[in-house]
């Protein structure tokens, strides 16, 4: 089974640019979460999507917005970039019949993004 | 915030078992306690999770206090491969997957 799969892999962007990172979940999962990760830190919550709503945010600005599609997959898009932005972006499936704490999140390998 | 303590680094000798310990003091009662490892260049990996009683599975054993307000994640041999960051996370019952990253505890495994 193909686990969870993010594109692209690697993108450089220029300051003030815009950018539209993809995540496909696990077959079945209908919950995607998307974390940022700076170079030494642990990643950071931005968003969690469940049934293609909007279920939480993280303390980020409205520059970074998301959505989810009917089959589950997600985009996360972040406007006005900054260098600030530089950094490993993860999203995160699970398989919720409910939005708990019960239960394992599964990453992807990420997207590094690098903006100049 | 959901914080977390852990010690930055541990190191640990190949096939010997590794106790790696959070602090979550201000855990509530329905909260989670989970555990997550980073490998080198990769998304991070779920580990283990518990509620109230000490867990097992395939990877590890995690040990809750009985107050809830300190946990250890065993590795009952540690393997090169077990070299990693391991990160402690506490979540409220209705939070799904918006997880709480601290800084992790780094684990070198010496051969």
């Known amino acids: 089974d193909a686990g969870v799969t993010q594109s692209p892999t690697h993108l450089i962007k220029t300051r003030g640019q815009h950018v539209t990172l993809r995540c496909s979940p696990i077959?079945?999962?209908?919950?995607v979460s998307w974390y940022q990760q700076v170079l030494g830190q642990g990643p950071q919550f931005i968003f969690q999507?469940?049934?293609?709503?909007?279920?939480g945010r993280g303390n980020f600005p409205d520059r970074f917005s998301a959505r989810q599609f009917p089959n589950y997959s997600s985009e996360l898009n972040v406007n006005a970039l900054l260098l600030g932005d530089s950094a490993l972006y993860l999203c995160?499936?699970?398989?919720?019949?409910?939005?708990?704490?019960?239960?394992?999140?599964?990453f992807g390998q990420g997207t590094r993004l690098t903006v100049v | 915030d959901a914080k977390t303590t852990q010690p930055n680094s541990m190191e640990s000798n190949e096939e010997e078992p590794v106790h790696l310990p959070c602090n979550h003091s201000?855990?509530?009662?329905?909260?989670?306690i989970h555990w997550y490892r980073q490998l080198p260049s990769q998304g991070p990996e779920y580990v283990i999770h518990?509620?109230?009683s000490n867990v097992n599975n395939r990877m590890a054993s995690l040990a809750i206090a009985e107050d809830r307000k300190s946990s250890t994640l065993i590795l009952h041999r540690a393997t090169l491969r077990d070299a990693a960051v391991y990160y402690c996370?506490?979540?409220?019952?209705?939070?799904?997957?918006?997880?709480?990253f601290g800084g992790g505890t780094r684990l070198m495994v010496k051969p």
């Open positions: 995160a499936s699970s398989y919720l019949s409910r939005p708990t704490a019960d239960t394992e999140a599964f």
């Open positions: 077959s079945g999962h209908k919950s």
């Open positions: 999507y469940y049934e293609k709503e909007e279920r």
């Open positions: 201000t855990i509530s009662g329905t909260d989670y």
């Open positions: 518990g509620l109230t």
């Open positions: 996370i506490f979540t409220r019952y209705n939070a799904g997957n918006m997880l709480t």
